[in-house]
C-alpha cells in the first residue's frame, strides 16, 4: 500500500520534473483503495485543476490504467464511451493519471494536472518511477 512516506517521495519526484519543464502542477496520490493521501499544489499552478489532479489519480487506480491509454478507450464508438460519466463523474479521461506499481502489484495511483497533456504524463510518469 501507499502510505505518506512513499506518497511524499512520489510528489517529490514529480514536482522536481514540473520544475525541470517550468509548468507548475497540481499532483495528487492515492492509496489502494483510491483514497487520497497527499497532494500538492506547487506555486502558480491552477486552482481548477486540484480537482482534476485528484480524480485522475482515482480513475488511474479505479480501473489500473494510466488515464491517457483510457482517453484512447473512451471516444465514440470504443467500448468504454461514456465512461467519464461513471463514478459521480469523477472519471478523468485525459493523460495526467498512472498506476504506481510495486513489484507488478497496483498499490495506489498519481494524478497530475496543471499543463498539456504530454507535462501532465510526464510528470506523473517521473512521480511513478519513485516507487519502482
Known sequence: MINLETARRVIAAAEKKATEIGQP?????VDGGGNLVAH???DGAWIGSIDISIN???TSRAFDIATRD???HSQSGSQFFGIHASNH???MIFAGGIPLKE???VTGAIGV???SGE???AVAEAGAAAVR
Open 25 to 29: 502542477m497540481n499532483i495528487a496520490v
Open 56 to 58: 485522475k489519480a482515482f
Open 40 to 42: 500538492v499544489r506547487m
Open 119 to 121: 507535462q501532465d504524463h
Open 103 to 105: 513489484n507488478g502489484k
Open 70 to 72: 483510457l482517453a484512447q
Open 89 to 91: 463523474g469523477r472519471i
Open 113 to 115: 494536472s496543471g499543463g
